[in-house]
């Protein structure tokens, strides 16, 4: 037997399955420790329904704080708290207009981001639903 890389042959002789191999696009290159650990906290201030609901909110115009309570259900207090958190990641910015806050979305990818997931979840449920009905 000869020494070296097997062909395809001698795997189909030696009654072997052969492998596929793939391509691989170039790698892209790794991130630091440090930037995945800010990846990792703006994704945790996304891991919160109310702070979903403010963000959805955000998504078509620029709103105060008072605004944001109405249409998300939640208190003053409780969505003061969570625009905070959503401002220390980067992901709103907000003014100063008179006595008002105004709140906006800082980052320009965060609503492909959420139609992204949002798409996908609605596409799996259609799916389980069309086998489950079957």
Do not use: W
Request: charged letters at 30%; hydrophobic letters at 40%; glycine letters at 6%.
């Amino acid at each position: 037997m000869r020494r070296g890389r097997r062909t395809e042959r001698d795997l189909r002789r030696a009654g072997e399955p052969t492998e596929l191999t793939v391509a691989r696009k170039s790698a892209k290159p790794l991130l630091g420790r440090e930037a995945l650990e800010i990846l990792v906290r703006r994704f945790r201030a996304l891991g919160d329904a109310t702070r979903l609901a403010l963000l959805q909110a955000l998504f078509d115009q620029e709103r105060t704080v008072q605004e944001l309570c109405a249409l998300t259900d939640t208190t003053q207090a409780n969505a003061s708290k969570h625009l905070a958190l959503l401002f220390e990641q980067g992901l709103v910015a907000r003014r100063r207009d008179g006595l008002f806050t105004r709140y906006r979305i800082a980052d320009a990818t965060l609503e492909r981001l959420c139609r992204l997931v949002c798409g996908s979840l609605a596409e799996r449920h259609e799916v389980m639903r069309t086998h489950l009905a079957s």
